[in-house]
Nanobody
């Protein structure tokens, strides 16, 4: 299984950014996909998840109302649209997959991880 995340970069506070995660290596039709992040010196923060076919979503309190997770099932790709970005959103963002259809809200509930992509929000 390979998860390839991209789309990170430098953005000013209040701006927007879209992350992508392309999945390959197995059938993902019943997998939940998610995003977690880790800021320097802080614990991991699981921010969003989506079921692959049902469209159910989860958002952490820190991003609710500002981030939107979506997926393109035909392309095995998950997106994280980030708006109204704040300096505290600065982190390495990781894409994750869970090998069943249950929404997980913690990192340990996910079985596969991609490399991180760095998002830096300047004030």
């Amino acid at each position: 299984v390979q998860l390839q995340a991209c789309g990170g970069g430098l953005v000013q506070a209040g701006g927007s950014l879209r992350l992508s995660c392309a999945a390959s290596g197995r059938a993902f039709s019943n997998h939940v996909m998610g995003w977690s992040r880790q800021a320097p010196g802080k614990e991991r923060d699981f921010v969003a998840a989506i079921t692959w076919s049902g469209g159910r979503t989860y958002y952490g309190d820190s991003v609710k109302g500002r981030f939107t997770i979506s997926r393109d099932s035909a392309k095995n790709t998950v997106f994280l649209e980030m708006a109204m970005l704040k300096p505290e959103d600065t982190a390495v963002y990781y894409c994750a997959a869970r090998a069943d259809a249950q929404i997980g809200r913690r990192d340990y509930e996910y079985h596969f991880w991609g490399q991180g992509t760095l998002v830096t929000v300047s004030s």
